[in-house]
């Protein structure tokens, strides 16, 4: 169910300025039935400013002269949630809302604004969301745009609304009506508001949501903390271990393990990169890989960390089945920290079927720093 009209809730969202046009323009251009297939919003969400909030407020929300109310009269559009409370006002870093985006300090604050606000429409899965980047300061249609690269689903769409040229940008201006209406443009020319054309342009977007990490996903992180993090997806891999800690940092972020899967990522690195080679599955209980991985344990951690349970657990040897449980729960920490994109170059790599199954971690010696390791290993 990948169509956006299919989807029982239905989001636009616009950031803007001073030219609140851009909700009522987007709006007749969704529902026009000309395109693939009409867009009608369920809700409607708009950022903007406290001055762009009051301009939207009596333009398009006003009991009798509300332009969005007249738009849904005319084209019978019904049902479509848009109140003062969908119109959300970006806060600066103490929780003042913003009159303008003049600063550094004010556009680091509607940016981080933004992609929370994507992030979060974004995580119903029963919605479909259709972005505009037409309104607003540039900047804000920057980062509306790669908020949605982010977080955009395959439902969701972005657009850039197109209005004939003498009718863009006019104060009086707000949809092609229906019936004939004039207004004048900065010449003071009449025009016909019914002769208007309004049309949107599809905007094609990267998306990178299926390989984010949860603190992404979970909408905790900041704008320029995703920009760092999608810096890392280019970068070439690097672990680094931290032994005093126990902790693993796969390009720069923490990657948490429990001690028993710390200890044995650090024997599946001495087993088949320290030393290259692979571990094996097979259908017998390994007596082997349990004395090595056990004196790794040891030499890993001064204060042996429930070494009698695990000594009990592999005193007939390492089973496949515990083997297993350990890739996977090594994964899925690499994971929750990298997303899903990311992670596939430290996890431990398996190939083959069964028995004849082999696993390994594909990271070169170059490409793991803490010297320790070896030492701790040997």
Sequence with gaps: MNLPHCYPK????????????IV?????????????????PTDIHLISTTTGKNKAMLELLHPQTGKFY?????YGLEGIHFTSDNIHVIPDKNGLLLDDIKTPEENEAAADFIT???????????????????????????????????????????????VTDRYESLKDFFYPTIDSQVIYDRDNQPLDTQAAQVV??????????????????????????????????KADPLLEIDLAQCCLYANGIAVPLTGINFAFYLWMIEQTVSKPGVIKRSAHANLDYTDSFLKSYQKIFSELKDIEKTENTLEKGMESKWLSE?????????????????????IVDSTGKNTQKVHAITLTAQQIKGLELKEACD
Excluded at 70 to 74: A, F, G, P, Y
């Design 200 to 233: 949107l342009a599809s905007i094609p977007f990267v998306r990178l949501r299926s390989g984010l990490p949860h603190f992404l996903l979970e909408g905790t992180a900041s704008f320029n903390d995703s920009i760092r993090f999608a810096r890392t997806l």
């Design 116 to 162: 929370q606000k994507v992030n979060e429409l974004t995580r119903d899965t029963e919605s479909a969301l259709h972005v505009s980047i037409a309104g607003g300061r540039k900047t804000m249609g920057y980062y509306l745009g790669y908020a949605l690269s982010l977080y955009g689903r395959a439902q969701d769409r972005l657009s850039h609304v197109l």
């Design 70 to 74: 007249q738009l849904c009269k005319d």
């Design 24 to 40: 009522t323009e987007t709006l007749y251009a969704l529902a026009q039935p000309e395109t693939e297939q009409a867009f009608i």
């Design 326 to 346: 350990r890739i996977t729960a090594v994964k899925k920490a690499f994971e929750k920290a990298l997303g899903t994109n990311a992670a596939r170059a430290f």
């Design 10 to 21: 239905r989001i636009l969202l616009a950031v803007s300025g001073m030219s609140p046009q």
